[in-house]
T-cell receptor, first 109, second 116 residues
Framework: QQPVQSPQAVILREGEDAVINCSSS?????VHWYRQKHGEAPVFLMI?????EQKGHEKISASFNEKKQQSSLYLTASQLSYSGTYFC??????????FGTGTSLTVIP | DSGVTQTPKHLITATGQRVTLRCSPR?????VYWYQQSLDQGLQFLIH???????AKGNILERFSAQQFPDLHSELNLSSLELGDSALYFC???????????????FGPGTRLTVL
């Protein structure tokens, strides 16, 4: 039931854009996005509750396609502070919460 | 600072032992979640409590148990520890809402458990 993320890892130069995808084999009712820096706890970025909804957080935005059971996280004009591992997460009807496989993002100068 | 506290920060113990990890949620949050993160691995959902009652179980071993007390703090008990139980254990809390699991989760700093 764990959502699958792609790519597994990506390296960007400052100012470049990136897209992280999250796919589920089960129906998605909501999608969360979190970022975890090395040695730290995950930090909430955004939650998407409705199909097709897009939300934004600074230069980070996300979309949610309920029909395709997918969500994508868009990072534009990446900054060094964006480095970390990004996780999508979703709850099922049983109130279990599953995080995705994770995407390691490294931004270099 | 997320407002979620976890103690202890580090725990080193031997195989076969039992340990208790403690979590205090943010003020006002009724939901507490426990996660296990092994070295360079993802976050595995263990269990979710809402206002003192178990709401959902994930990949939690039978040797592990948890509870949430009337003051809403939670404890995760790990017994008959094995080497493979070495991991970072996070708790998270979220604000009350119908369906609890849909709200943003605030994570504590984690407890790093090392089983020797």
């Amino acid at each position: 039931q764990q959502p699958v993320q792609s790519p597994q890892a990506v390296i960007l130069r400052e100012g470049e854009d990136a897209v992280i995808n999250c796919s589920s084999s089960k129906a998605l009712y909501s999608v969360h996005w979190y970022r975890q820096k090395h040695g730290e706890a995950p930090v909430f970025l955004m939650i998407l509750l409705k199909g097709g909804e897009q939300k934004g957080h600074e230069k980070i935005s996300a979309s949610f396609n309920e029909k395709k059971q997918q969500s994508s996280l868009y990072l534009t004009a990446s900054q060094l502070s964006y480095s970390g591992t990004y996780f999508c997460g979703t709850a099922n009807t049983g109130n279990q919460f599953y995080f995705g496989t994770g995407t390691s993002l490294t931004v270099i100068p | 600072d997320s407002g979620v506290t976890q103690t202890p920060k580090h725990l080193i113990t031997a195989t076969g032992q039992r340990v208790t990890l403690r979590c205090s949620p943010r003020s006002g949050d009724l939901s507490v979640y426990w996660y296990q993160q092994s070295l360079d691995q993802g976050l595995q959902f263990l269990i979710h409590y809402y206002n003192g009652e178990e709401r959902a179980k994930g990949n939690i071993l039978e040797r592990f148990s948890a509870q949430q007390f009337p003051d809403l703090h939670s404890e995760l008990n790990l017994s008959s520890l094995e080497l493979g139980d070495s991991a970072l254990y996070f708790c998270a809390s979220s604000a009350p809402k119908a369906g609890g699991a849909y709200n943003e989760q605030f994570f504590g700093p984690g407890t790093r458990l090392t089983v020797l």
